[in-house]
């Protein structure tokens, strides 16, 4: 009979919530951005093409945002009961910004209903398109307020422990603290770059399926444009992070590149298999490449795993999580740059494959942001305050968290495939020219 494991099966229950969270939680922070693009060049331009693609996905949005909030509630109520002595902490140093996360998300929906049930009702359609700005505000404003938080279970500052006492609480210290820069900007960008590709992809579905009206050619055009500037602006605030994990998390870089040995000059290691011996097989090795993304020279001196105590080290198929990622995002730049140029030297002959790509970047993008989130999270391991408390410390030790996680389960696959036809439902009968001609 196999032992029961309170703390396994918070983390499980913990994980399963959060991931299926973050799928709605990045679309809820980029979907209003590529909203308030459209809107602005239908305006702008006078394109009614540009407008509907607002209206169209503004109405989707709401589905996303319903989901969302059902699962942001699930995680609220499950740090506090299956991670107690962690919130015991983290609400004396980090609940400012848990507040503020709150305080963000009904200024967006508050604008959000304004914004849905306004339409035509102005004769400026700019006073209108105002009320998409606090969405924008606000929807980021919630990855900010909760990114600090994450970012404060890496680098937890704002407070003193004395024999187990918290003393000297800085909640503005805890949540400016030296991972929030890349962490928040981190969040932002990849949520603006997956809900691009996201929309992209339902476009180039669209195109692929015969469909060649000019209305889904346009909602590309838009969404590759934007996407390539997110998916630049991700891998530079990537190597950013990189940095930051080199000076403040060494354990975790070493672990996400099975660098064992400390020293400068050292190489990237991409792909392979991990033997028992500790020896790496079948990689793909760059010259240099791990030094200067962690210090930005080739002689920058990279600390190995053997050199932190076995126990505080993260489990090393976390590489596979941060290969998986770097590939991803240097997959959606190239195609992204791929597609502008084409458009601009009218390549027509890689239209197709081209399509096919930004088709399969949609669900990689949802992917990459997974794979993110899971290695930041059991990169950090045995810590779920680095440093401070460990996840083992933090858990609760009720029983039945075993049931409360099939629950929980079947509640996800309910609700994913609720959400799934409800969007469906929603546009796959839409005929776009004769909503233009009736709007007319």
């Known amino acids: 009979m196999v032992e029961y494991d309170p703390v396994l099966y918070s983390r499980l229950l913990t994980g399963l919530t959060l991931g299926f969270h973050v799928i709605f939680a990045t679309l809820g922070v980029g979907i209003p951005l590529m909203i308030a693009l459209a809107h602005w060049l239908g305006i702008r331009r006078n394109d009614d093409h540009y407008i509907l693609m607002a209206r169209r996905w503004a109405k989707g949005f709401i589905v996303i945002v319903a989901v969302g909030v059902v699962t942001g509630t699930a995680i609220a109520l499950q740090l506090s009961l299956l991670w107690p002595n962690f919130m015991r902490v983290a609400g004396h140093t980090i609940g400012l910004p848990m507040f503020m996360e709150v305080f963000a998300f009904f200024f967006e929906a508050i604008f959000l209903g304004l914004y849905l049930y306004t339409w035509d009702r102005f004769k400026s359609r700019y006073t209108h398109f105002l009320l998409l700005i606090p969405v924008v505000i606000g929807s980021t404003a919630s990855a900010f307020f909760i990114s600090t938080v994450n970012a404060f279970m890496n680098a937890p500052y704002g407070f003193s422990m004395v024999e187990g006492v918290l003393t000297d609480v800085n909640p503005l210290a805890a949540m400016f603290n030296p991972a929030t820069a890349t962490k928040i900007s981190h969040v932002i960008i990849s949520s603006y770059l997956t809900s691009a590709f996201v929309l992209a992809a339902i476009a ?231 909503i233009l001609k009736q709007r007319k």
């Open 204 to 434: 180039a579905f669209h195109l692929l399926k015969g469909r060649t009206s000019v209305y889904h050619k346009k909602a590309l055009h838009l969404t590759m444009t934007a996407g390539v500037i997110f998916a630049i602006g991700t891998i530079l605030i990537g190597d950013f992070s990189g940095k930051y994990l080199h000076y403040y998390q060494p354990e975790k870089l070493a672990a996400a590149e099975w660098h064992f040995e400390t020293e400068s000059e050292a190489p990237l290691i991409v792909g392979g298999i991990l033997n028992s011996d500790g020896e790496v097989k079948y990689a793909i090795e760059i010259p240099y490449a791990l030094s200067i993304l962690a210090g930005g020279t080739i002689d920058t001196e990279v600390k190995g795993l053997n050199e932190f105590p076995t126990e505080n080290l993260p489990p090393l198929w976390i590489h596979y999580l941060f290969d998986g990622m770097v590939f991803i995002g240097m997959f959606l730049a190239a195609v992204s740059l791929l597609y502008l140029l084409a458009q601009r030297m009218k390549w027509t002959a890689f239209k197709k494959p081209l399509l096919m790509a930004i088709l399969a970047g949609g669900p990689l993008a949802l992917l990459a942001v997974e794979s993110g989130w899971i290695f930041s999270e059991v990169g950090r391991q045995p810590w779920i305050i680095y440093g401070v408390m460990t996840t083992e410390e933090a858990a609760t030790v009720s029983q039945h968290v075993d049931l409360m996680l099939v629950l929980f389960l079947i509640l996800y696959i309910v609700l994913g495939f609720t959400c799934i036809r409800v969007l469906r439902g929603m546009f796959q009968h839409d005929d776009i020219e004769q």
